[in-house]
């Protein structure tokens, strides 16, 4: 769930428009239910617009041409906070400047997503863009024949940056790359009932069947349980590694 969306769709909602391309933006987000599920088209449009042209459209406006480089798409929090309370250092008019940004970075956004996804909203999904891999830490030394076996696949991911399932990405091609690899859920005082999640793997080893196998788990946010007590272990131990000296 991106709460932060809540303040942003009712900056939306006076917005009335005869162009059939923002009144089908406007329609898809003010239908978004806020969850950023991987199957929602709304997500994939409120994250690419947020991320990548609202900021962008705000600095334009309202930083000196100077500055811009350094202040880059600008900080999500201020952008926000300056588009609920508009300004003179967005011109003479602030709230008709505001809502010039406002549609103007959300077409940008409605144009990337369907160059990227099509024209079709319907067929929109954020984790058709927001997606996760894992390559082995030696992937690149190894054979080109080789490596496709050391990932661990693509998967599509729900979250953001700002969501529980916390799920940070690359402006330029959505990739994930920072989140909680590992989970736990404690149940204190019977630990048995705990659960946890690693991913991609409890093996490091890409020829294991435990490389790769928690990670389509990870990727939903589910989990497994966290066997706690001696006999919650045996009963779930596949093999035992006994190392034991020569000498």
Known sequence: YNITSRRMLALLAPIK????????????LRDWDHRTASDSPGAALYEVWTAKHLGKATVARAVPQAARATVGNGDLAAVMLLLEHPDASLGANPADARDQILTSSLLAAYDEVAAKLGPDSKTWAWGKLHQARFDH???PLAPAADRPAMSSGTLPMAGTMLSPLAATWR??????????SFRMILDVGAWDNSLAINTPGQSGSPG???YRDLFPKWAK????????????VEAVTERVLKLQPTS
């Open 171 to 180: 402006a330029d091609d959505y990739r994930v790359i920072a989140g909680a």
């Open 208 to 210: 294991s069947a435990h």
């Open 137 to 139: 830490a030696l992937t």
């Open 221 to 232: 946010g589910e989990y497994v349980p966290l066997s706690y007590s001696r006999k919650a």
């Open 17 to 28: 428009t005869n162009d059939a391309k923002l009144a089908a933006a406007l329609k898809l």
